[in-house]
């Protein structure tokens, strides 16, 4: 079973930069789709990034689309979030999340971080 853990969150000004990241444990992170996820207060939880197991390859959606990327490290069995370009809209909890490929529900979830974007 695959354990997560954040860290990296903050408060930072509009046009601002933050790295979120995401130990992993239990299993290489190379072995599992991994995600970022948002939840702000009173909306749906939003997922931002995706990195799947097989070839690396990533989605974005189109609210965070050329702002954010998505990388992790297989030596170190770390996920990372680069959020740039960083709007108040951001504002929100954000969440790591794994699950095995051949599922559709994302299995495991960190406990969050919480990332504050001021006008």
């Known amino acids: 079973q695959v354990q997560l853990r954040e860290s990296g969150g903050g408060s930072v000004q509009a046009g601002g930069s933050l790295r979120l990241s995401c130990v992993v444990s239990?299993?290489?992170?190379?072995?599992?789709?991994m995600g970022w996820f948002r939840q702000a207060p009173g909306k749906e939880r939003e997922r931002v990034a995706t990195i799947w197991r097989y070839g690396g390859g990533t989605y974005y959606p189109a609210s965070v689309k050329g702002r954010f990327v998505i990388s992790r490290d297989n030596a170190d069995n770390i996920l990372s979030l680069q959020m740039n370009s960083l709007i108040p809209e951001d504002t929100a909890m954000y969440y790591c999340?794994?699950?095995?490929?051949?599922?559709?529900?994302?299995?495991?979830w960190g406990q969050g971080t919480q990332v504050t974007v001021s006008s």
């Open positions: 239990g299993n290489g992170v190379s072995n599992v789709d």
């Open positions: 999340a794994a699950k095995r490929f051949f599922v559709d529900e994302w299995e495991q």
